[in-house]
């Protein structure tokens, strides 16, 4: 069911907006396209530990531009900063 772009979702009532996720696909609203998807046999799944939280100083132009890039790499600025901790994390170790 292709919403057209006049209808308004925000016009709708919860129960309205509710049936219509229900019986959309993010697909077929061209939001995501499917992908195949294929998996080695005997794949280990690694179970991540629990995530402490770290308060962490920075000055105001750091983080705009830590936000910035995040942005533009479409992810969460903590994301990307844990990603980021951790590549270092592993370069330090070889």
Known sequence: ???K???NRKKMTDEELRDWYDKTSMVDQGI???V???FAKGLKI???SPR??????LE???LAKIKEIAAHKGLNYSTLMRMWI???LRQEKA
């Open 46 to 48: 690694k179970i991540v």
């Open 52 to 57: 402490r939280l770290v308060a962490l100083r």
């Open 60 to 62: 105001d132009d750091t």
């Open 32 to 34: 995501v396209r499917p």
């Open 1 to 3: 069911m292709k919403m």
């Open 5 to 7: 772009k006049t209808e």
């Open 36 to 38: 195949k998807m294929t």
């Open 86 to 88: 951790t590549e270092r």
